[in-house]
């Protein structure tokens, strides 16, 4: 982004040094996400969540690393695998996996079979917009990691350059992986 960033010196919209500088944990970060859900009137997290749940890599054994949400089929058994580092960008890969698992949570009652997304794209859709209304100017302000919110079309350009390199560009990868 560095490279190509259309006004450099707006403020930075990744707040890792920020959350760094204040201390956050792996666990506020997950408390985090689930504060944003619950304020939108979406399920709290159960305390299985909380106790089954592996947020970040074991020192005793190889994992794999790459963050998923999991659903047991069992009504009440959901959990994330994720290797967390404190940084925006495992920040919002936590809202979009509790995208998913709030998701499952709504449909929990339903017939097993009825339990899945129309489509896996829809899933990682709304995944993705959760994810992209997490890394808003205003939310990361709300949520203190933003000291300021510049309301300008430069900084807008400079968010939208964001969100389209992270974006627009994983769009020929995923197109060749369906």
Known sequence: YELVEPYPGKTSLDVTPKMQADGWTVDRMFRTSDDFFKDMGQVEMPQNFWDNSMFVKPADREVVCHASAWDFYNAHDVRVKMCTNINMDDLVTIHHEMGHIEYYLQYKHQP?????????????????????????????????????????????????????LDKIAFLPFGYLTD
């Open 112 to 164: 097993v079979p009825f339990r899945r997304g129309g489509n896996p794209g829809f899933h990682e859709a709304v995944g993705d917009l959760l994810a992209l209304s997490v890394s808003t100017p205003a939310h990361l302000q709300a949520i203190g990691l933003l000291d300021q919110v510049e309301d300008d079309q430069e900084s807008d350009i400079n968010f939208l350059m964001s969100m389209a």
